[in-house]
């Protein structure tokens, strides 16, 4: 059965606790997404990993890119940490992956006691790779490589892996508090994207400009997010918003406003909380940043 590998950074930082109760939540998380979109898999962990294995690699790797806390994901190909069985099987899937004249590099990371070190691991295996392959005249680029192979030692298992999806990163969904959000168009929906990368679960006002944003991008990051409708007058998707925060409960409001609205915004919302994430950012800046989590999301 196929393994894929998931990373995830800020979490790990937590102190024990705290960490055990956010992996909690991120396991949760993934087997709610793998249970929405039908998919089998099994889940295992070490300390700042998850192993999963999967029947299929392609719908379970395009579902993990969009939970968050993941920072990335790999299909991984598991042998014992030994030396000799590193080198054999590491060439054995990179023979397919070297073409003629690339320029490829070593990435290998070590955790435990073993008899070589990260740095010792990638210099003889970029030489194995030199002299098996040497009639391809590869050169080793560790800046701008054509092609990387990744080694992860973790104590009495090594996972050889060669490219790296990337993920949403932040943390868990679920671990912070409950929000409502005004999404407008790819601002709105950018600043309710980054209150859920952050942790809160945020239910969602679309306006009409910003329907297609939440029900088809922001959903499937949290498939259970609560979407109301409401029309583009001012008094209208204010007593949406208002009467969603007060049926969701929610501790704070995130709208796509400018500094100098936020006297206006305290005043509607009293005690709540009151969020505006994108209000530093240009219009091209959200448009860019807008991309790349729809590319997360497809």
């Not at 962990?45 to 690699?57: N, P, Q, T």
């Not at 979407?227 to 009467?243: E, K, N, R």
């Amino acid at each position: 059965m196929p393994v894929l590998l998931v990373r995830y950074g800020e979490l790990a930082l937590k102190s024990p606790p705290v960490r055990r109760e956010f992996e909690s939540s991120l396991r949760r998380n993934i087997l709610d997404q793998f249970v929405r979109e039908g998919i089998t898999g099994r889940l295992r962990s070490d300390r700042g990993h998850l192993y999963v294995e999967v029947d299929a690699v392609g719908p379970a790797l395009r579902v993990l890119r969009r939970v968050f806390g993941i920072t990335s994901v790999s299909e991984v190909f598991e042998v014992a940490s030994d030396r000799t069985a590193i080198r054999d099987r590491l060439l054995e899937l990179a023979d397919p992956r070297l073409p003629a004249g690339a320029r490829f590099a070593v990435r290998a990371r070590r955790t435990g006691q073993h008899a070589f070190t990260s740095q010792e691991l990638a210099r003889d295996l970029g030489g194995d790779v030199l002299e098996r392959f040497a009639d391809r005249r590869l050169s080793v680029d560790l800046d701008r490589p054509e092609v990387e192979l990744f080694v992860e030692v973790r104590g009495p298992r090594t996972y050889l892996s060669f490219d790296r999806a990337a993920g949403p990163g932040g943390l868990p969904l679920g671990v912070a508090g409950r929000l409502v959000a005004l999404v407008d168009g790819p601002r709105g929906a950018l600043g309710a994207f980054l209150m859920m990368k952050r942790g809160c679960r945020v239910a969602l006002v679309a306006l009409p400009s910003g329907e297609a944003y939440a029900r088809e991008t922001l959903a499937r990051f949290d498939p259970a997010a609560r979407i109301a409708s409401a029309p583009p007058d001012p008094a209208g998707w204010s007593t949406a918003l208002a009467a969603l925060a007060e049926s969701w409960r929610a501790e704070g409001v995130v709208v796509p406003i400018a500094v100098e609205e936020f006297s206006d915004g305290r005043d509607r919302w009293g005690d709540r909380v009151l969020f505006s994430p994108t209000v530093g950012l240009t219009d091209s800046e959200v448009d860019d940043r807008w991309k790349r989590v729809a590319a997360l999301a497809a």
